[in-house]
């Protein structure tokens, strides 16, 4: 079945340092979505992104799907203490129902 | 709007007790999930379903059982707790996919956290 890798596991970066968080399948995606876990929360829904090679952006956030629309990165921009959490990436497949990456836990340090 | 509702919030079972977790969503959603989430190792599907009456099967559904009566609800049942089953357990509902519509983010209940002893 499919397979969602996201790398990498932990990351501690200083208060304004950029963050990058990895997400690759082992199958093509129809499209892939992005959560974030606040500690101690539910995940929230970020965004989805549909189409090959699409970039979005929100604020400091930006995503990327890609060209094979096998894999994916978040990356944010002069971190804060408010993006600490945990980042999850969740494909679908065609026709199929999501699965999520083991996800990343950001730590800001200020 | 309340969104998705879980209940109990946190819950400790001796083995071999049985409970059912309730999820509740006011959003007229047509699927509804039930995830299992552990320390590293994201979020897992247990079962879900993709409207009133009808369940299935997702990645580690053996121990649990579910039913879907009402569209708004759906009810997630242990049988005979074992400590394997200590876990967050989040719901989540999510609306029908449609050609052209681009927001189909799940919708994320607060979670039962559950421990076995």
């Known amino acids: 079945g499919q397979q969602v890798m996201q790398i990498p596991q932990y990351q501690h970066v200083q208060e304004g340092e950029d963050f990058t968080t990895y997400c690759n399948s082992s199958?093509?995606?129809?499209?892939i979505q992005w959560y974030k876990q606040r500690p101690g929360g539910h995940p929230v829904f970020l965004i989805q992104l549909v189409k090959s090679g699409e970039v979005k952006k929100q604020k400091r956030l930006t995503f990327q799907f890609g060209e094979a629309k096998k894999n994916s990165s978040l990356h944010i921009t002069a971190t804060q203490t408010t993006d600490v959490g945990t980042y999850f990436c969740?494909?679908?497949?065609?026709?199929?129902?999501?699965?999520f990456g083991a996800g990343t836990i950001l730590r800001v340090k200020s | 709007n309340a969104g998705v509702t879980q209940t109990p919030k946190f819950r400790v079972l001796k083995t071999g007790q049985s409970m059912t977790l309730l999820c509740a969503q006011d959003?007229?959603?047509?699927?509804m999930y039930w995830y299992r989430q552990d320390p590293g190792m994201g979020l897992r599907l247990i079962h879900y379903s993709v409207g009133e009456g009808t369940t299935a099967k997702g990645e580690v559904p053996d121990g649990y059982n579910v039913s879907r009566l009402k569209k708004q609800n759906f009810l997630l049942g242990l049988e005979s707790a074992a400590p394997s089953q200590t876990s967050v357990y989040f719901c989540?509902?999510?609306?029908?996919?449609?050609?052209?519509?681009?927001?189909?983010?799940?919708?994320f209940g607060s979670g039962t956290r559950l421990t076995v002893v």
């Open positions: 989540a509902s999510s609306r029908v996919r449609m050609t052209g519509v681009q927001d189909y983010g799940y919708t």
């Open positions: 959003m007229n959603h047509e699927y």
């Open positions: 199958t093509t995606l129809s499209n």
């Open positions: 969740a494909g679908l497949e065609y026709g199929n129902k999501l699965v």
